[in-house]
T-cell receptor
Framework: SQQGEEDPQALSIQEGENATMNCSYK?????LQWYRQNSGRGLVHLIL?????REKHSGRLRVTLDTSKKSSSLLITASRAADTASYFC?????????????FGKGTRLSVIA | GAVVSQHPSWVICKSGTSVKIECRSL??????MFWYRQFPKQSLMLMAT?????????EQGVEKDKFLINHASLTLSTLTVTSAHPEDSSFYIC??????????????FGDGTRLSIL
């Protein structure tokens, strides 16, 4: 079953614009992660935010987490054509690593040069 | 950084064939690995949790006799799709993370295997 719901499902923007993707989840979490998937490839970890954190930055990425609303957002600033990919939020990973991630439906981002 | 290697990346075979997919953690040990399945333009759906030295745990609706999982060492898990049929055609992805180290570690994913059954 899927924990998260991302919106929008698809997003098309011009290079240089910012892209914002949202994720909602249903149960309590220890952390929330964002992954990127290029077409036909595996997933690449982007950023992990713990449940006691509200905001985290990594390069052009900014992630927020609102546990009261059970939601998170991923902002990509100054987008590039190379950012074109699908982006997934994921919850459920345990400290021990023996609990699987549960993924949202994903947002397909297209950045037009 | 941690790397997970998945092989083969692409398989085309006839209906009725059994196909084995390997998932290796190249520079770390993992007592647990995960197998996911992904249909076009959809998200990843967990198929099973692979446990080193013990039986895999399958998700509801996933046939254990159809999708055989073996996790014989701390760096290798295999998924065998037995007697594959066209409806088994999909993108299969594995993931793992180090069994030791910091608490908050991400899962590392293989590059996936695209299985096409004719």
């Amino acid at each position: 079953s899927q924990q998260g719901e991302e919106d929008p499902q698809a997003l098309s923007i011009q290079e240089g614009e910012n892209a914002t993707m949202n994720c909602s989840y249903k149960t309590s979490i220890n952390n929330l992660q964002w992954y990127r998937q290029n077409s036909g490839r595996g997933l690449v970890h982007l950023i992990l935010i713990r449940s006691n954190e509200r905001e985290k930055h990594s390069g052009r990425l900014r992630v927020t987490l609102d546990t009261s609303k059970k939601s998170s957002s991923l902002l990509i600033t100054a987008s590039r054509a190379a950012d074109t990919a699908s982006y997934f939020c994921a919850t459920g990973g345990s400290h021990s690593g023996n609990t699987p991630l549960v993924f949202g439906k994903g947002t397909r981002l297209s950045v037009i040069a | 950084g941690a790397v997970v290697s998945q092989h083969p990346s692409w398989v085309i075979c006839k209906s009725g064939t059994s196909v084995k997919i390997e998932c290796r953690s190249l520079d770390f040990q993992a007592t647990t690995m995960f197998w996911y399945r992904q249909f076009p333009k959809q998200s990843l759906m967990l198929m099973a949790t692979s446990n080193e030295g013990s039986k895999a745990t399958y998700e509801q609706g996933v046939e254990k006799d159809k999708f055989l999982i073996n996790h014989a060492s701390l760096t290798l898990s295999t998924l065998t799709v037995t007697s594959a049929h066209p409806e088994d055609s999909s993108f299969y992805i594995c993931s793992a993370r180090p069994s030791t180290g910091p608490h908050y570690q991400p899962q590392h994913f293989g590059d996936g295997t695209r299985l096409s059954i004719l």
